[in-house]
Each structure stands twice: as structure tokens, then as C-alpha cells.
């Protein structure tokens, strides 16, 4: 017989000392709920999961594969106590990171919810995960074109209820530790992005719009994703209209405070051709200066235009804007006739 202390099916007995059982490793006991799934235990629970562990005094960083039980349990029993910065995440959603401290026995950390919507599994919510769910979207397992990196919640179809979880996590995310980001890819005949607004001169006070337009240049495409930073102290928004190619919006958010106009949409049936106006912003001039309307390129808030899973767009272009002080009135005094 060979004595020994175990938690949930795993040993945690670091050694014996005569009579004396000594435990002096860390077990962790992770708790986390899937993505769309509300009851447990369940089978659906039972997803593979990514563990990554950077111990906060050494530095050092392990990633390891885990199991979730049919009620969101996870263990590990190879960690040495101390301080570390922990995620999980699932093939589809993003990480979910806390900082435990880790003491001798066992450890219980809630991770939460994951957050899913990342189709690709490179860290971020973006248009080409809504894009490779529009591909398949409606199809079920076994079914042709169906693609399982689209079924957030893990019930075998691809549906409404995949797209409000990516959805909801849209334009989010801070990438994959340990895997390194995919080059943007080069479309040498692409899809544009322009800013369009007005090329006259404007005012302090002066009203006007600007639209975001896709130009298709002979494509087809699922999704248009526009993130335009302005100088707050120059501009206002003061509305952001959907266009009418697309029938489903995804993101429509305007931060005045920041700079910042975030727009996505998509079909989540035919593909659009053609050019067309995505959005609309309309603005107020709220000070002078010299100033852009400027698409934004990097993940997760990456301007883009989509197709089958992957981006389409060859250019985005900025729109320049000059903003002069009003000139005042002059008022003559009224001469009364003789």
C-alpha cells in the first residue's frame, strides 16, 4: 500500500516524514463557466482549456493543456507555491487572467466566464471572426460548410446565439501570450475603406457629415469595421448612422471624450458588392485647427472589410479637415431718415 493525499482524482502529497504527511505543493482548483452554457453539470462543459501561469517573482511562464469536468472544474498539481499572473482560455474565446497567490495545498480560483466570439483563436474579437461565422453561419455538425471554430457555445449549430456572444465581446481582447500575431495579409486587389467629408473650408459652429464608404473593387464581402479617431478638441459627434448594405450592425459606439467612432456590421446572408456608404457620422466644429478623420489599423480595433473568413481590404484612406475660427459680425448702428 502506498499512503498518499490526493484532491479532486490528482496526488498532492509532496513527501512523508516518518508518521508526518507533509504537503508543501500547490494545487489549484479552477472554476470557470463556458460560454452560453447556464446549467451544470452538463457534458457540453467538458472543453479543453489553455493554462498559462507567469510566476510574478522568477518570471518564468508555463502553458499547459487542461480539462474542464462537467461542472467547470479544472485541477493542476505541478505548480510551486508563490505569486502568479494566471489565464485560461478555450480554442474560441479570449483569456481570462487574475493574480492569486498560491499557498501550500489547495488553491481555489474562480476565472469567471469566458468570453467567446474569437473564431480564429488569436486573441482578439474582430470582423474576421464575424466573417468566418457568416460563411457558415445557419449549418449544423455534419452538415457541409459547417465550421465548429464559429459554435461559441458549444451546442452544434451555428446561430443567433453564436453571433450575440461574439457579439458582445467585439473589438475586445489582448492577444494570445505565448503565440505570436499573424501577419496582417497583402490584398493586391482589395476592397478601400475612405473617410469622405467636405473639402471646403469649415467653421467654428458649422454642421457637417461624413460618411464611411466601401469600395468593393470588383469583390464580394460579409463585413465592413470602421475605427476613426478625431481631435475632440476640433470635433463633436453628434450622431452615427447605419448604412443600409448591411442588415445586421454589430458595433455602433462614439466616445467624444477620447476620439474615438467604433462601427462594424455585416450580413449574415448574401454578400454585398458595389460601393456604398457602411456609416454615416455626423459631426459639429467645436474649435479650429488642422485635424483627421483617421481609420484606425491595429487589433482588436483594426478598420477592415471581410470575406469568407478573411480580410479583403487593400487600403483605408483618412479623410483632412480645416476648421477656422468664425468671423464676427459687424453690426452698423441704424441712422434713423431725416
Do not use: K
Amino acid at each position: 500500500r502506498l499512503s498518499d493525499v490526493t484532491y479532486a482524482g490528482a496526488s498532492i502529497l509532496d513527501r512523508r516524514e516518518g508518521g508526518t504527511v507533509v504537503v508543501n505543493g500547490a494545487a489549484l482548483v479552477g472554476h470557470v463557466l463556458p460560454p452560453g452554457w447556464q446549467l451544470r453539470p452538463a457534458p457540453e462543459w467538458r472543453i479543453p482549456l489553455t493554462l498559462t501561469a507567469q510566476s510574478l517573482e522568477t518570471g518564468a511562464t508555463l502553458h499547459e493543456a487542461a480539462l474542464l469536468d462537467e461542472s467547470g472544474v479544472f485541477t493542476r498539481t505541478d505548480l510551486a507555491p508563490g505569486a502568479y499572473r494566471m489565464s485560461v482560455r478555450g480554442h474560441q474565446t479570449l483569456a481570462n487572467a487574475v493574480t492569486v497567490t498560491l499557498a501550500s495545498g489547495v488553491n481555489t480560483v474562480d476565472f469567471g466566464t469566458l468570453r467567446g466570439g474569437d473564431s480564429d483563436g488569436d486573441g482578439y474579437v474582430t470582423l474576421v471572426d464575424f466573417s468566418i461565422l457568416a460563411t457558415t453561419f445557419g449549418r449544423c455538425e455534419g452538415e457541409p460548410w459547417y465550421d465548429g471554430r464559429a459554435d461559441h457555445n458549444g451546442d452544434g449549430c451555428i446561430s443567433l446565439l453564436d453571433f450575440s456572444l461574439l457579439r458582445a465581446n467585439f473589438g475586445t481582447g489582448e492577444g494570445n501570450e505565448g503565440i505570436a500575431a499573424e501577419r496582417e495579409p497583402d490584398v493586391d486587389n482589395g476592397a478601400y475603406l475612405r473617410v469622405e467629408a467636405p473639402d471646403t473650408e469649415l467653421r467654428v459652429g458649422d454642421h457637417f457629415s461624413a460618411d464611411l464608404v466601401i469600395d468593393m473593387n470588383g469583390n464580394f464581402g460579409d463585413g465592413g469595421a470602421a475605427y476613426i479617431t478625431f481631435d475632440p478638441a476640433v470635433f463633436q459627434v453628434i450622431d452615427l448612422t447605419d448604412g443600409e448594405a448591411f442588415a445586421f450592425s454589430i458595433q455602433n459606439e462614439v466616445d467624444n471624450d477620447r476620439g474615438w467612432v467604433s462601427y462594424a456590421a455585416g450580413t449574415l446572408g448574401e454578400p454585398v458588392g458595389g460601393r456604398f456608404v457602411l456609416a454615416r457620422i455626423d459631426l459639429v466644429a467645436v474649435g479650429t485647427g488642422h485635424t483627421m478623420l483617421y481609420p484606425a489599423a491595429r487589433r482588436p480595433t483594426r478598420s477592415d472589410v471581410t470575406y469568407g473568413g478573411a480580410s479583403i481590404l487593400r487600403m483605408a484612406y483618412s479623410a483632412t479637415i480645416r476648421v477656422e475660427a468664425r468671423e464676427p459680425a459687424l453690426y452698423l448702428p441704424a441712422i434713423a431718415a431725416p
